[in-house]
């Protein structure tokens, strides 16, 4: 099984990132595509505008969020697929915007593929 991590796209790219994917569909504030330094933005398996917006990253909305979010992914299941195949057997890293580490649409994503 391929590694897979999280992490806040405006942290540095490291040697080990592997394939670094974006997985927010609104592009991160202040940060060019340069730095970003990004294999692939994929919008099609970040959370929908309307879940995105009514979550606001409210820590207290946080369950229900995820039940949502893996709602909206089970209808992506080729996307998600196509995503593990592009990765291969290098490390795949998810890159969010959002300044909370722990209650983001990347930790259940890494928790979804990782299940594929």
Do not use: C
């Amino acid at each position: 099984m391929r590694r897979i991590a999280i992490k806040r796209v405006y942290e540095p790219a490291a040697k080990d990132d592997g394939l670094r994917v974006l997985v927010d569909r609104l592009w991160p504030r202040g940060l060019s595509k340069e730095e970003a330094d990004i294999d692939l933005w994929a919008k099609d398996v970040a959370p929908s505008s309307e879940l995105r917006k009514w979550f606001g990253h409210d820590p207290a909305k946080w369950k229900e969020f995820q039940a949502k979010y893996r709602r909206e992914l089970d209808s992506q299941k080729t996307a998600l697929q196509d995503l593990v195949e592009q990765a291969g057997e290098q490390p795949l890293t998810l890159l969010y915007g959002a300044r909370d580490t722990e209650h983001n649409q990347a930790v259940v994503l890494k928790d979804v593929l990782g299940s594929l």
